[in-house]
T-cell receptor, first 114, second 113 residues
Framework: DAKTTQPPSMDCAEGRAANLPCNHS???????VYWYRQIHSQGPQYIIH???NNETNEMASLIITEDRKSSTLILPHATLRDTAVYYC???????????????FGQGTILTVHP | GAGVSQSPSNKVTEKGKDVELRCDPI?????LYWYRQRLGQGLEFLIY????????KSGLPSDRFSAERTGESVSTLTIQRTQQEDSAVYLC???????????FGPGTRLTVT
């Protein structure tokens, strides 16, 4: 699985967009980018994933660069409840001994302040 | 709209006792996963079930740990002769098919005294 690099922490004002970057320069052609978050004392929460096209759902948008070596998770209007650790993961769509076994790196601690 | 549910939410047990943790996955999800998360640590994969295939038990830390799943529904994780190092939050997740898009329950916080 490709290694990902995220900033350890970020701040965002409530109501503003939170843009969380992730570098995955060794990503291969069949690997997807997934984003999860974990709010304190809760289980992880799936947010969004994509292969090469930008994706949007009710929670967030995912922008993947054309060379696929980096991506940005966008929370368009951050709220205090979005304060969490955000994890960027790169994984194949199927196969491999690690398939189905979710692991997180250090992630980015996003703090949304009033 | 039921998500993944787990019970109990908290369990305190004495060292040496057996415990059973329950997970009810999202209806229709064929894959079910168990993870462990120690305080301040990352996720530790334990086991997954996928349909009628043999479960992947490669993450179970010792033979004191076992898990069962009835069809595509409820799963129980059993820890025998609990030890203090078993104290952690045990998380269950499910997904439509085996993959990385997993939906987690709230977890069971296990404390072994």
């Amino acid at each position: 699985d490709a290694k990902t690099t995220q900033p350890p922490s970020m701040d965002c004002a409530e109501g503003r967009a939170a843009n969380l970057p992730c570098n995955h320069s060794t990503i291969s052609g069949n690997e997807y980018v997934y984003w999860y978050r974990q709010i304190h004392s809760q289980g992880p929460q799936y947010i969004i994933h994509g292969l090469k096209n930008n994706e949007t759902n009710e929670m967030a948008s995912l922008i993947i660069t054309e060379d696929r070596k980096s991506s940005t998770l966008i929370l368009p209007h951050a709220t205090l409840r979005d304060t969490a650790v955000y994890y960027c993961i790169v994984r194949t769509s199927a196969g491999g001994t690690s398939y189905g076994k979710l692991t997180f790196g250090q992630g980015t601690i996003l703090t949304v302040h009033p | 709209g039921a998500g993944v549910s787990q019970s109990p939410s908290n369990k305190v047990t004495e060292k040496g006792k057996d415990v059973e943790l329950r997970c009810d996955p999202i209806s229709g999800h064929t894959a079910l996963y168990w993870y462990r998360q120690r305080l301040g640590q990352g996720l530790e994969f334990l086991i997954y079930f996928q349909g009628n295939s043999a479960p992947d038990k490669s993450g179970l830390p010792s033979d004191r740990f076992s898990a069962e799943r009835t069809g595509e529904s409820v799963s129980t994780l059993t820890i025998q002769r609990t030890q203090q190092e078993d104290s952690a939050v045990y998380l269950c997740a499910s997904s439509w098919v085996l993959g990385i898009e997993q939906y987690f329950g709230p977890g069971t916080r296990l404390t072994v005294t």
